[in-house]
């Protein structure tokens, strides 16, 4: 089966720093995504990891430990734009699982 | 390049009726997904398929769920009869080549009554 576990909600400061944390348990592995998905809205594609490592993109930055299920989302220099739920997602054998999503709020 | 295609985008139905979902995937993306979601919860996968075959389908519930794709392009979800616990967003998702990322419709907002 697959366990994927992330925060409910974070809040943050525009212009501050958050990083989000994604935990997993699955029967096999073959990367990880992030998703963005603004209320109302499609997921949208953000980062993908299949080695261990971080991938920077802009502001955006992800970071995987294959040996500790666990991966990172760090957003940088953040905007009001910002705001919106962010989702970890696993794909093991061709089938793409999602955590439950990190609400993330952005205040002035 | 247009994306995923979804309609209709909202869709109000009385309990017991049947109802329609179409998806039109990005050209030349031969996975598809359909997925349910849940207001604050991610989406749940239902069925997947690489080109006219459904590959995983063993969280579709076959009792009242049903889904094809004709000539490996475009799909439709079906539910007869709807139940108010169906109340959700319909999400249909492609992808190019197995484990890429897949790119996601805008989504059908399913209202049971």
């Known amino acids: 089966g697959q366990n994927i576990d992330q925060p409910t909600e974070m809040t943050a400061t525009e212009g501050a720093i958050v990083q989000i944390n994604c935990t997993y348990q699955?029967?096999?592995?073959?990367?990880l995504f992030w998703y963005q998905q603004h209320a109302g809205e499609a997921p949208t594609f953000l980062s993908y990891n299949v080695l261990d490592g971080l991938e920077e993109k802009g502001r955006f930055s992800s970071f995987l430990s294959r040996s500790k299920g666990y991966s990172y989302l760090l957003l940088k220099e953040l905007q009001m734009k910002d705001s919106a739920s962010y989702l970890c997602a696993v794909i093991n054998d061709y089938k793409l699982s999602f955590g439950a999503g990190t609400t993330v709020t952005v205040r002035a | 390049e247009a994306g995923v295609v979804q309609s209709p985008r909202y869709k109000i139905i009385e309990k017991k009726q049947p109802v329609a979902f179409w998806c039109n995937p990005i050209?030349?993306?031969?996975?598809l997904y359909w997925y349910l979601q849940n207001l604050g919860q991610g989406p749940e996968l239902l069925i997947r398929?690489?080109?006219?075959?459904?590959?995983?389908d063993s969280q579709l519930p076959k009792d009242r769920f049903s889904a094809e794709r004709l000539k490996g392009v475009d799909s439709t979800l079906k539910i007869q009869p709807a139940e108010l616990g169906d109340s959700a967003v319909y999400l249909c998702?492609?992808?190019?080549?197995?484990?890429?990322?897949?790119?996601f419709g805008q989504g059908t907002r399913l209202t049971v009554v």
């Open positions: 398929y690489e080109n006219e075959e459904a590959v995983d």
């Open positions: 050209s030349g993306h031969n996975t």
């Open positions: 699955t029967s096999g592995f073959n990367g």
């Open positions: 998702a492609s992808s190019l080549l197995k484990n890429t990322e897949a790119f």
